[in-house]
């Protein structure tokens, strides 16, 4: 009784999602006559597990059979003075109500009857409209590259997007848009075995292998009140579980060089193809626990595990315009302007104001900067970059640099399931769910290189759920599950880490970098980017989950509530933190004031060599760890007003709150009033 009084007070004080992802079978016995039957009990058990299910029909002959996992059942309906009836092959779908009504027949309780060669079960217990993709379908449709099990929404109708990310990542899920709900593309919600399964922004987490599915279902509208939290769908992912018999696959995809065709662009520039390699590998095993000589869990204990490596090498040929030798010493005597004539650069201090938004200047002679107006800043910048790979005449903005490279991505996702049936009247299921994403260069090309692919990241995705299901009376049963999802990613890329002094910096730059790390130089004519970069972040969402089904006469009430916690932790100081110069041809150029002058002289090179920036900014974003709280109440009421018809009547309220930073270092107004920090002299 203590337990059934501290399960209750959960369910009302714990507030929690209610998203069911499980199926009820539920229907109408009768007599002979056509009568009501009351009292008989109804059995449910599912044909992998042998684990069985029970419930009663009440005084209007209603039964309901709620929580049940996916899977194949059969029923058993028996009462003293009509004949047992047996019927097998009805499959409970995710989220599925299936409607099985019985006949009985008057006999001996130890005669029986057995249903068979029945049409295909249909859920007219509810409007729900979705498409539910099995277990069959998930591991006989032939997969692409991308194995992943998200992009499966897009064969529902009232489905569109594109398919993005990668094989175990999460990214294809923001580029689904579920039109039946009328919401915006990647703003829906995502459950993993009834737990809410995204983080702030609505981004999910955790998205198990292939193999580890056991159904997927896309709700596109008309999914009942216990659903929210989303203006578009819900796409819906239920996890294989353990059965009675041991199950194993064990699979390996390769794809190789000798199989992949070289780029066009590099065939043009005569670079030779980059290794390829892609490699995914992985395990599936499920079945009953068994410690030999110590226990063994048939129909009652359960596990299920997988892994997925996958190992990646993709191409990576970057194509720029990079220094000659001479340029690097200041010298652009063999240097051809954008339209392929002589070239000149001018010299910034010999500026002379002619006119309104006129400038005359002096050139340097030959195109050569003095050695002693190159600054100890700007020639440390220079040599920075790489040396030219095509063979190509010296020309402002003509791309003389392609390495051949690769970078890697390594995919880690690891799950484990166990399910256990404490008695005929408690189950519980617990899951922990791990995925990690690796990415890094295969090789630097040059030191504070930021180009595209060239990141060092590291990101992690973990879900963890627990379910505890207890049937409180023949018509209440009850369930409480707890989630807790979690993204953290760390990334640095270019020279985020590098001493900023051997690039001759001035001292109060290296003194007041965030991390230290050399600055981004934006040069534009083709040439690449480089500079710093360097971010951690971490999201959270914790959640509750409450749900109860009641059946009283020819109604069934689920009523439950929605509490959640999403926390975003954030250290992104961005490339301003490392310090940010631009340079382009504007200070050595024969005149500021004319673009068109840029076709004919000046070069960011020469205005990098004598430290001459058009712009630049130095700051850092402050830290950020803000929360967020998500509230909502519902009542979901199915009346079975005549054997043919059902109503379904749903309400759901909620109430979300603006995200608050946690230590107070966001501002969200401006204060006219306050004193300023600094005073004047």
């Known amino acids: ?120 079960l249909l859920d007219t217990a509810t409007g729900d409209l979705g498409q539910v993709v099995t277990r069959h379908y998930v591991e006989t449709i032939e997969y692409s590259t991308d194995r992943n099990i998200q992009p499966l929404a897009l064969l529902a109708p009232g489905v569109n997007g594109t398919q993005g990310g990668t094989y175990t990542a999460s990214t294809h899920a923001n580029s689904v848009s579920i039109n039946g709900g009328g919401g915006r593309q990647g703003d829906n919600e995502y459950l993993v075995d009834g737990i809410s399964n995204t983080v702030a922004g609505g981004n999910p987490v955790f998205t198990p292998a292939i193999d580890a599915v056991d159904e997927f279902k896309v709700h596109t509208t008309m999914f009942d009140a216990s659903m929210g939290h989303t203006n578009g769908g819900v796409i819906s992912l239920t996890t294989r579980g353990g059965g009675n018999e041991l199950h194993g696959t064990v699979y390996w995809y390769n794809r190789t060089t000798a199989l992949q065709s070289n780029y066009w662009s590099n065939n043009r520039n005569r670079t030779p193809r980059a290794p390829m390699k892609y490699d995914q590998f992985g395990y599936l095993v499920s079945g009953p626990v068994y410690i030999p000589r110590l226990y063994n869990g048939r129909n009652r204990s359960f596990f299920s595990t997988s892994l997925e490596w996958d190992n990646d090498y993709r191409n990576l040929s970057p194509l720029f315009r990079v220094p000659t030798e001479l340029e690097r010493q200041g010298d652009f005597s063999q240097t051809l302007n954008r339209l392929g004539g002589a070239f000149s650069v ?29 600054t100890p800043m700007g020639a440390a910048m220079m040599k920075v970059f790489a040396m030219p790979t095509i063979n190509v005449p010296a020309q402002i903005g003509r791309q003389n640099w392609q390495p051949g490279g690769m970078y890697n991505v390594k995919q880690r996702s690891f799950m484990v399931r166990g399910d256990q049936i404490v008695g005929s009247r408690q189950r519980v299921f617990a899951r922990y769910g791990r995925a990690q994403r690796l990415s890094a260069p295969a090789q630097i090309f040059y030191q504070g290189y930021n ?16 379910d505890d299901t207890l049937t409180l009376s023949p018509t209440l049963v009850g369930t409480i599950r707890l989630g807790i999802v979690r993204r953290k990613g760390s990334s640095h890329a270019g020279g985020a880490g590098l001493d900023p002094a051997a690039l001759n910096l001035p001292d109060i730059v290296v003194r007041n970098q965030f991390f230290a790390g050399w600055p981004t130089l934006a040069m534009g004519e083709s040439f690449p980017a480089t500079g710093s970069a360097r971010s951690v972040d971490a999201s959270d969402q914790y959640s509750l989950v409450t749900t109860f089904n009641k059946l009283t006469g020819s109604w069934s009430f689920k009523f439950g509530s929605d509490y959640r916690i999403q926390r975003w932790n954030t250290l992104s100081p961005g ?79 909620e109430l979300e709150t603006p995200f608050t930073e946690r230590y107070n270092r966001m501002s969200y107004a401006f204060d006219p009033a306050a004193a300023l920090p600094v005073k004047p002299p």
């Open 1 to 120: 009784m203590g337990y059934r009084i501290l399960f209750l007070l959960a369910g009302l004080a714990a507030l929690a999602p209610a998203q069911e992802f499980r199926g009820t079978i539920l229907g109408r016995i009768t007599d002979p006559t056509g009568a009501v039957v009351a009292g008989a009990v109804v059995e449910a058990t599912n044909v992998d597990t042998g684990t069985t299910f029970q419930g009663a029909s009440n005084e209007a002959g209603n039964y309901q059979v709620p929580f049940l996992l996916p899977g194949d059942y059969r029923l058993a309906v028996a009462l003293t003075g009509f004949k047992k009836v047996d019927r097998a092959g009805i499959r409970v779908s995710t989220g599925a109500a299936v409607t099985v009504d019985f006949a009985l027949e008057v006999g001996a309780a130890s005669d029986s009857v057995t249903v068979t060669a029945e049409a295909p």
């Open 575 to 653: 490339a301003d933190s490392f310090g940010n110069f631009t340079f382009n041809s504007v200070f050595t150029r024969s005149d500021p004031f004319l673009a068109a002058a840029s076709d004919t002289s000046g070069t960011s090179m020469a205005s990098l060599l004598l430290a001459a920036p058009a712009s630049g900014s130095f700051g850092w974003n402050s830290a950020l760890s803000t929360q967020n709280h998500y509230l909502a109440f519902y009542s979901q009421n199915d009346w079975k007003a005549t054997p043919r018809l059902t109503i379904n009547l749903g309400l759901r309220w």
């Open 346 to 374: 001018y010299d910034p201090a010999s500026s002379v104001l002619t006119g309104p938004n006129r400038v005359s200047r002096q050139p340097f002679p030959n195109a050569r900067i003095p050695a002693g107006r190159i």
């Open 451 to 466: 180009g595209g692919n060239v990141a060092f990241g590291d990101t992690a995705f973990t879900n963890v759920g627990v």
